[in-house]
């Protein structure tokens, strides 16, 4: 055989080409590989950050549950609060409305003594103006008595004669 210089020109460019072109291949193929590893390296970074952030999830999630269970807690202490200040609150009303009514019965009461007393004074008077008549009435009728019997003693110190009837008796 001989060798064809052409042949193998042809055959050498091909090899070149070939070469060239595996090599340029070579290249992508690192470059796909430098590219796959540094999406590698990201993935991992990612998954990373997603396991910590998964576990700051979990922990906020559990913080969240602590959270609320505590503001049920304080929400059943202030109701329970709410209602024990209310008890003492209605108890202060139930008071007061019956102080308001006892008050009421005392000024009725207090009306009530004010006219008694005024009825009192009234016929404290009555009393003293009937006990001055009757002291009049007896100091009138002493008197009286007393000119009857100054009369009579009169009559029965005088010598004077009796008068005469015009009736005369039969004896």
Do not use: F
């Amino acid at each position: 055989m001989k060798n064809n210089p052409l042949k193998d020109l042809l055959i050498l460019m091909k090899l070149l080409v070939s070469n060239t072109k595996t090599s340029r291949l070579q290249e992508e193929v690192d470059l796909l590989n430098d590219t796959i590893s540094k999406e590698k390296k990201k993935s991992k970074n990612y998954l990373a950050k997603l396991a910590e952030t998964d576990a700051d999830l979990s922990t906020n999630r559990a913080n969240e549950t602590i959270l609320r269970n505590k503001l049920a807690d304080i929400e059943l202490t202030k109701d329970s609060k709410i209602s024990r200040s209310r008890l003492p609150t209605e108890r202060q009303n139930l008071l007061l409305d019956q102080v308001i009514d006892l008050q009421a019965k005392l000024d009725a009461k207090n009306s009530e003594v004010g006219t008694l007393h005024t009825e009192i004074e009234y016929l404290k008077s009555k009393v003293s103006d009937l006990a001055s008549e009757a002291r009049l009435n007896k100091s009138l009728e002493t008197r009286r008595w007393e000119d009857i019997e100054h009369m009579a003693e009169k009559i029965h110190r005088s010598p004077s004669p009796r008068p005469k009837s015009p009736y005369k008796y039969a004896i």
